[in-house]
């Protein structure tokens, strides 16, 4: 009953194997997604997973806005000359 609300640490090897999973294209988004929202992660690792994700939205939300206005000024750049 001491334990009761206390969460499991995930070890230093669910880290590591984390880490690893995460080098793996494609993958690292299916196991980010399960993570997140399937449930059977401890709340840690669903809460990064979930800060991951948020970081990947925002990175790719930024890179469409500098494309968008990369493209535009090259295409001006070409339309003057």
């Given at each position: 009953?001491?334990n009761?609300?206390?969460?499991?640490?995930?070890?230093?090897?669910?880290?590591?194997?984390?880490?690893?999973?995460?080098?793996?294209?494609?993958?690292?988004?299916?196991?980010?997604?399960?993570?997140?929202?399937?449930?059977?992660?401890?709340?840690?690792?669903?809460?990064?997973a979930?800060?991951?994700?948020?970081?990947?939205?925002?990175?790719?939300g930024?890179?469409?806005?500098?494309?968008?206005?990369?493209?535009?000024?090259?295409?001006?750049?070409?339309?003057?000359?």
């Amino acid at each position: 009953m001491e334990n009761q609300g206390m969460e499991k640490s995930v070890s230093v090897g669910d880290w590591m194997l984390t880490m690893f999973l995460m080098a793996i294209p494609v993958v690292n988004l299916i196991l980010l997604l399960v993570w997140a929202f399937g449930g059977g992660a401890t709340p840690s690792k669903a809460n990064w997973a979930k800060a991951v994700l948020l970081w990947m939205v925002i990175s790719i939300g930024i890179g469409i806005v500098v494309g968008v206005i990369a493209g535009a000024a090259i295409f001006r750049a070409f339309r003057f000359s």
